[in-house]
């Protein structure tokens, strides 16, 4: 399998990175004509507009709501049935991220000036939250903890669920773990109905705030165009991967590792930079020689080849920069000391540190979130947090003092902007 090899020598370096970073995320015209014919049924029919795409997408034969909701005592049963292995790893995986998300919960605070006033911020949970997880085979337990966890961490007091069952298909999985996660309801439901009925609501399915949560180019496109109406997370592309390596990791490590990453999908994208020439060529080998044993080798050989590449760079340093450039979605540094190394990194969705932190365990149990920034949005986003779930409102309470004094600023400003109202209604306050 040949992999577009790069090197920071080369003049044409920068536009040659350029190209391979390139992906289009917006819809054809196809797709968004569908979703927003979806979107204006549903606001418009509510019920009965979902459950005639979900009876058609989703191959059912659901004659009324209250069938497509799933009770939590399903969900406790799936949990209760799991087999003690999966059981266990999913208790242990949600109880690891619940304590990583207790620590970025925001609280209010307040201070009060030599006048008496009194400034802050009062900061409150979303009231409810919609979470939309792809169903069937395609299904993501690791996405609902990721998701749901930090919603309820946040305080928010109900999280509705909505997955896809095409066919009658369940993935036990899933279930067992919005019962871990603590999510309130969940709905059978998935595309952009599903994405159109918890933004606008319907006689059944109660309208949220926000909506998170992974789903393909239909679900994609329909968060993005009710936003708005609602909050969503973010329009996420193909996952990535970026490993900076000097060239001392055992290079099957780094390559399976690339592939841990190329086997989401054909669009994935996975990248190797290294100041070590040979160890560039060593890690070729071991994909070459990897590859073949894997069972989704055809997307991970269509993934390295369309939107891989094995860089070469002059030293650790260049490598920072590149690695700034692509703000990957998952950077692994694999060198002797990623702490020094850390330091010139501006630019990343998740930090892998050292050369035993393989992206996997983030995905899955690490405790960090693993829903993040793609295509180089890691420059101005970050990931997923409790912080996402919550809001901030400005809290101001003037002193007569204050208010005198603030008044005649405010007023010589507003007179300034010609806003007259504004001025008489600070210009009352003052004290003569």
């Known amino acids: 399998m040949k992999i577009q090899q790069l090197s920071t020598q080369n003049q044409d370096f920068w536009q040659a990175l350029d190209a391979l970073l390139a992906w289009e995320s917006v819809s054809d015209d196809a797709v968004f004509g569908t979703v927003n014919e979806i979107i204006k049924n ?11 795409y979900t009876n058609r997408f989703d191959r059912m034969q659901v004659k009324a709501m209250h069938e497509l909701e799933i009770a939590p005592e399903r969900l406790q049963a799936a949990l209760d049935n799991l087999p003690a292995a999966q059981r266990v790893a999913l208790q242990q995986a949600a109880e690891r991220i619940r304590r990583y998300a207790e620590r970025q919960k925001l609280e209010s605070w ?15 949970a ?9 169903g069937g085979k395609a299904a993501y337990p690791s ?16 999280l509705i669920m909505v997955v896809p069952t095409p066919a009658g298909e369940v993935n036990e999985l899933v279930l067992a773990a919005a019962a871990t996660a603590g999510v309130d309801r969940v709905f059978a439901i998935g595309g952009a109905q599903a994405v159109a009925a918890l933004a606008y609501g319907t006689e059944t399915i109660p309208q949220v705030d926000k909506i998170v949560g992974p789903g393909n180019i239909y679900v994609a496109t329909a968060k993005r165009m009710v936003f708005g109406a609602v909050g969503i997370d973010m329009i996420a592309g193909p996952s990535e991967i970026l490993v900076v390596c000097d060239g001392q990791t055992n290079p099957d490590w780094i390559a399976m590792d690339l592939f841990s990453q190329a086997e989401h999908d054909e669009d994935a994208q996975a990248i190797l930079v290294s100041p070590d020439a040979n160890f560039i060529q060593a890690v070729q080998a071991s994909i070459d020689k990897l590859v073949t ?13 369309a939107r891989g590449a094995l860089i070469h760079v002059k030293d650790l340093a260049e490598a920072a920069k590149v690695a700034n450039y692509i ?11 990623p702490e020094a190394l850390l330091k010139s990194i ?8 050292g050369r035993y932190t393989a992206e996997a365990l983030g995905d899955y149990c690490a405790g960090p979130n693993h829903v993040l920034p793609t295509s180089r949005t890691a420059r101005f986003s970050s990931p997923l947090g409790v912080y996402d779930f919550q809001k901030r409102s400005s809290l101001i309470n003037c002193s007569s ?25 600070a210009e009352y306050r003052i004290q003569n």
């Not at 979303?126 to 792809?134: A, C, I």
């Not at 204050?402 to 504004?422: N, P, W």
């Open 293 to 305: 044993s894997m069972p989704r080798q055809t997307i991970i050989q269509t993934s390295l080849t």
């Open 346 to 353: 501006r630019h990343a969705g998740a930090i892998f540190m």
């Open 327 to 337: 703000a990957p979605e998952h950077l692994e540094l694999s060198v002797a000391e």
């Open 110 to 124: 307040s201070y009060t000036e030599a006048d008496g006033t009194l400034l802050g911020q009062q900061v409150t």
């Open 42 to 52: 549903v606001r418009s029919r509510g019920d009965a507009a979902v459950l005639e």
């Open 401 to 425: 003092q204050a208010a005198s004094d603030l008044g005649k600023i405010a007023s010589v400003l507003a007179r300034g902007e010609g806003l007259i109202a504004h001025a008489n209604s």
């Open 126 to 134: 979303l009231d409810r939250v919609g979470l939309y997880v792809p």
């Open 143 to 158: 996405s609902v903890l990721m998701n749901a966890i930090p919603a309820k961490v946040a305080g928010v007091p109900e």
